[in-house]
């Protein structure tokens, strides 16, 4: 195994920090500073990082599937005092991260865990895992703006460009839609709305591939075993 496989999948930290570890000296094996991403770790070697010793054999991953509601952050810690996503699961030994953020305002489909592994073939575009979300929006949107949607935009240096845009149905004065995202950058539907002049009134993820809220009610959860996520998300015939 890579090492910096090796470090997402026995750490708490993703694929990408254990990459930053490996290139700022902090990582060991059998006593030896490495600085190659490409190093294999054999099955009887010593990893440390920062001194401490990678023993896999005691780090068990978890995976919580939770429908987060509006109101509350995905960070573990906020300096407002505001409620965070941790407060609706139980408190684990082993440390939980959100796997692709849902912002204050937004609610629905998300996955905590310790897997940096899984958490990169989530989050990163060339795996193509598709993100859906209901989105209600002040105003009409004609068929016309859908296909501009569709067509993406340009937003400082971003392009935001969604895999689909589908209109679901119309209220008297607002519209739900639902949009399709493989890689998601920072506030991309949100982004996208107000370049065409949308107020969003609710943003609501409900699926990640076949990984869906179901019947779970906002602030519930459930505990998943790796073994029927990884069928759910794709990956079991991605190997």
């Given amino acids: 195994m890579r090492i ?12 990408r920090k ?12 059998n006593g030896k500073r490495i600085s190659n991403l490409a190093t294999i770790v054999a099955q009887d070697d010593v990893v440390s990082v ?15 599937v939770l429908n987060k509601p509006r109101g509350c952050i995905t960070s573990a810690y906020d300096p407002e005092g505001r409620s965070t996503v941790y407060d609706y699961v139980p408190k684990l030994r082993e440390r939980l991260f959100s796997v692709g953020r849902l912002d204050y305002d ?5 996955l905590l865990t310790n897997d940096g592994d899984l958490c990169q073939k989530i989050t990163h575009p ?15 949107v004609t068929q016309g703006i859908l296909r501009k949607m ?26 739900w839609l639902e949009i399709h995202l493989l890689e ?3 506030r991309e539907i949100r982004r996208i709305c107000e370049y065409f002049g949308f107020e969003i009134d609710r943003l609501k993820r409900v699926s990640i591939n076949n ?29």
């Avoid at 010793?53 to 919580?64: G, K, R, S, T, V």
């Fill in 4 to 15: 910096n496989r090796y470090l997402a999948s026995y750490s708490d930290t993703s694929r």
């Fill in 18 to 29: 254990a990459e930053e570890l490996i290139l700022q000296g902090q990582v060991k094996i």
């Fill in 50 to 64: 920062n001194g401490s010793i990678l023993y896999p054999d005691q780090h068990e991953h978890q995976y919580i």
């Fill in 106 to 110: 937004s609610e629905g489909l998300l």
């Fill in 126 to 140: 060339s795996h193509e895992v598709r993100k859906i979300y209901q989105v209600k929006v002040f105003g009409k």
């Fill in 150 to 175: 569709e067509q993406g935009i340009v937003d400082g240096k971003d392009h935001l460009k969604p895999l689909k845009v589908k209109y679901l149905s119309e209220l008297l004065n607002k519209t």
């Fill in 184 to 186: 998601g950058k920072n």
């Fill in 211 to 239: 990984l869906s809220l179901e019947n779970l009610k906002p602030g519930d959860f459930y505990f998943i075993d790796k073994k029927k996520l990884n069928i759910l998300l794709g990956f079991d015939k991605k190997k």
